[in-house]
């Protein structure tokens, strides 16, 4: 998210608070050799301390991207604890225009502002720091800040090539990080693979004139994300690999007074394409298709970590995170181990069974039971017996599905059992929890195993 806000830069500077400006303080006073200086108004040190090491690193990436800027000091991200406190900073900054962004940095300040993705209290925090989430939008929103500072015609900047390299330092800065391989894996950037994937195959794609002339038709700002980190990170990271450079530098030639400055930005680089422009679309869509997506979940909430798996649902919305590749067998078997984390709400969920129009729901409700019920996404069939489940564990859970029911188990004993109305037939997987619920999901297992 950006902004072409050209208003004042003084008010950001003027009206933080006392708390606000103790904490500031105390964060900027430690890390007084870091690239970039964080402001927040969140309590705990390991998050802040997570904050500082994406923020540092991404500006590392745009460095590689971008080039060096040439005034000193460093990058600012501003770290709102609420939705609320962010909500302010955007209504003094931009009256309002990223309100139900999470983030944004603004033109005018040349500083990044951030809420806490998802909301998380203190204790939750200290016990898992930063999402992948909250990791790749601070990433994302340095990309934005360094390229304010590096090249002059920032406010002419096309959308596809502002969001494109705050996208490309976003994956790089993950990738860099190891918190992924591929944009198949991690749920996160597997969802808008899947959207990439369905707009090429309903022909909504807008192809890549349509990109390079920010004509992005009706689509939604979950199929523009998609567009641009996916198309615009394959274009940064493969096609231009080895000029982008050089085209960095050209568009820092490129002054805000420059007439045409916003068409002559993106000439640079669709010239650099050479008589590859006529091919491009045919081998995006040849780079696509060998990728497979692992997951696909409409709202972000669950991560890899290691070999476990975290979710941290939104206040607002059910996190569901499905695998892509049915199971293939009628007779399976899903275990592993689940904990609950601090949260305001404690019902992780298991998905088994699941097609277009149904699936069985378990939830692990803490301190409730197990409740399992047939779903038709019509508001739910009658629950099954419920289980026990006192504490936040953890709890060994087995759910062994077959064509016409599933029995769940909990540290091998048998805590509920439900038929399933429609056969699948196998059908997808999935983990997620309900709106502000936390948990992890370790040692997952699914036998036989599945062919992918
Ligand atoms: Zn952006």
């Keep these: 998210m950006d902004s072409t806000n050209r208003r004042s830069p003084r008010l950001a500077v003027l009206t933080v608070t006392c708390a606000f400006l103790t904490i500031a303080w105390g964060v900027a006073a430690s890390l007084s050799a870091t690239r970039v200086r964080i402001v927040t108004t969140m309590s705990s040190e390991r998050a802040v301390a997570d904050a500082q090491r994406f923020a540092d690193l991404a500006s590392v990436v745009a460095e590689d991207l971008l080039g060096r800027r040439s005034s000193r000091g460093p990058l600012v991200v501003t770290l709102y604890e609420t939705l609320a406190e962010y909500q302010a900073k955007d209504e003094e900054l931009t009256g309002g225009d990223f309100a139900t962004n999470w983030a944004f940095s603004s033109r005018a300040t040349k500083e990044s502002y951030l809420a806490l993705m998802p909301p998380m209290a203190t204790p939750l925090q200290d016990a898992v720091g930063l999402t992948f989430l909250m990791q790749s939008q601070i990433a994302h929103e340095v990309g934005h800040q360094a390229s304010y500072h590096v090249l002059p015609a920032c406010a002419e900047l096309p959308l596809w090539l502002s969001e494109g390299l705050a996208c490309w330092v976003e994956l790089e800065t993950m990738r860099r990080a190891q918190r992924m391989t591929t944009i198949a ?268």
């Design 185 to 452: 894996d991690p749920p996160f950037y597997s969802r808008r693979l899947v959207l990439v994937r369905s707009m090429l195959a309903d022909r909504t794609w807008p192809g890549s004139a349509g990109i390079f002339a920010d004509d992005y038709g009706p689509l939604d700002g979950a199929r523009r994300y998609a567009i641009w980190s996916v198309f615009c990170g394959w274009l940064f990271d493969e096609v231009l690999r080895d000029q982008r450079r050089s085209l960095f530098a050209q568009a820092r030639g490129i002054a805000a007074t420059t007439p045409d400055a916003r068409k002559k930005l993106t000439a640079i680089f669709t010239k650099a394409l050479g008589k590859r422009a006529a091919t491009l679309d045919a081998e995006f869509a040849k780079f696509v298709d060998a990728l497979k997506p692992s997951w696909d979940e409409p709202f972000r909430a669950t991560e890899q970590r290691g070999e476990d798996w975290l979710t941290i649902a939104f206040d607002t919305s059910n996190a569901t995170c499905i695998r892509v590749e049915p199971v293939g067998v009628p007779n399976y078997t899903v275990r592993g181990t689940i904990e609950f984390l601090p949260g305001a709400s404690s019902d992780l969920r298991l998905h088994v069974a699941r097609d277009a129009g149904h699936e069985l729901e378990v939830h692990f409700v803490q301190d409730v039971g197990v409740i399992a019920h047939w779903n038709d996404f019509g508001g739910g069939g009658a629950p099954g017996p419920m289980g026990e489940l006192s504490g936040a564990g953890p709890f060994a859970f087995e759910v062994r599905v077959e064509p016409t029911k599933a029995t769940v188990f909990i540290d091998d004993v048998e805590v509920s059992s439900i038929e399933i109305e429609t056969p699948t037939n196998g059908g997808q997987v999935g983990i997620g929890a309900a709106a502000k619920s936390a948990g992890w999901w370790r040692d997952l297992e699914i036998e036989p195993p599945p062919r992918r």
